[in-house]
């Protein structure tokens, strides 16, 4: 990679597979849900880690509001713009354009009017290339989801625990510890398959929420912390990769990828300061002399 250069998406190192032919689409992950088949997603934020994840398998990438946190340092979920979210969503589509791509509808950009919800959820689908909008739903959304599933947005509802919400409650909230807390998430699930959402994403809830919630709808259900029942699964890409100071109990990583990269920085910090670095094998030379008069 040159910074300011052209070949960001060089084929030259041969260790990464291409992309599947055919594209992940709804209909792809409807069949994997009827036929028990888990998929995976993670949360994606640019082309060049779009492009290797797809290269692993994974089938679906999740653009998430989670970007305030782990690309622009800010402390709560609500502090990201839409207009960021629409760009990291582009971008990630040029790096996977066969994966399914979930966009994910920021604060105040679908909470204080319908008309507007609906603009901002067609423009994941225009300007980000999204295949579905997430929204965080709770019972006084089922108007909203049906005006925006009538406009021909695929939706996906996510219930149970809700980042937007944290500053309102102060804390997260682990959802269905009740009887009567999993039977209200299991109306809900209902209610917002009968408006049409294509999806129901579940966060941070007790294992009995994803089971009921399962066993009730026909249509695919992805978890985040919510008990393996689910169909598919997403967590945090940099919660998986050991990149974040603190990870869920739920997202524990697979690697220790901060200390191996605090690890390689501090190899080229060295390498820099020997005054070894392109010391004799500097790539650019000068034009042999013209012997022409």
């Given at each position: 990679?040159?910074?300011?250069?052209?070949?960001?998406?060089?084929?030259?190192?041969?260790?990464?597979?291409?992309?599947?032919?055919?594209?992940?689409?709804?209909?792809?992950?409807?069949?994997?849900?009827?036929?028990?088949?888990?998929?995976?997603?993670?949360?994606?934020?640019?082309?060049?880690?779009?492009?290797?994840?797809?290269?692993?398998?994974?089938?679906?990438?999740?653009?998430?509001?989670?970007?305030?946190?782990?690309i622009l340092g800010y402390e709560h979920t609500n502090q990201v713009s839409i207009d960021?979210?629409?760009?990291?969503?582009?971008?990630?589509?040029?790096?996977?354009?066969n994966c399914f791509i979930m966009g994910d509808m920021p604060f105040m950009s679908y909470q204080a009017d319908d008309a507007e919800a609906i603009r901002n959820a067609g423009r994941f689908m225009t300007q980000g290339g999204a295949d579905a909008v997430k929204i965080e739903v709770g019972p006084d959304y089922v108007d909203l989801i049906r005006k925006l599933v009538r406009a021909d947005v695929p939706i996906v509802a996510h219930i149970g625990g809700r980042p937007q919400r944290f500053q309102q409650v102060g804390m997260p909230i682990v959802a269905g510890?009740?009887?009567?807390?999993?039977?209200?998430?299991?109306?809900?699930?209902?209610?917002?398959?009968?408006?049409?959402?294509?999806?129901?994403?579940?966060?941070?809830?007790?294992?009995?929420?994803?089971?009921?919630?399962?066993?009730?709808?026909?249509?695919?259900v992805i978890g985040c912390g919510a008990g393996p029942a689910c169909h598919g699964h997403v967590i945090v890409l940099h919660d998986l990769l050991g990149l974040t100071q603190w990870q869920p109990s739920f997202a524990q990583p697979i690697t220790e990828g901060g200390t191996w990269l605090a690890d390689k920085a501090a190899q080229w910090v060295k390498l820099v300061g020997s005054g070894d670095y392109l010391h004799e094998d500097h790539p650019y030379k000068m034009n042999a002399p013209s012997n022409k008069i």
């Open positions: 990679m040159i910074l300011g250069g052209i070949h960001c998406f060089s084929t030259k190192n041969t260790s990464m597979k291409q992309s599947p032919a055919e594209r992940t689409t709804l209909a792809t992950l409807r069949r994997m849900a009827r036929q028990g088949d888990k998929f995976a997603m993670l949360t994606c934020y640019d082309a060049t880690t779009a492009k290797w994840l797809v290269s692993g398998g994974v089938q679906c990438l999740l653009v998430g509001d989670t970007a305030a946190q782990m960021f979210m629409l760009t990291i969503t582009a971008a990630v589509r040029r790096g996977a354009p510890r009740t009887e009567t807390q999993v039977s209200d998430l299991v109306d809900l699930a209902l209610k917002m398959q009968d408006q049409g959402v294509s999806m129901i994403l579940i966060e941070q809830s007790t294992a009995e929420v994803s089971d009921q919630i399962v066993q009730s709808v026909s249509i695919p």
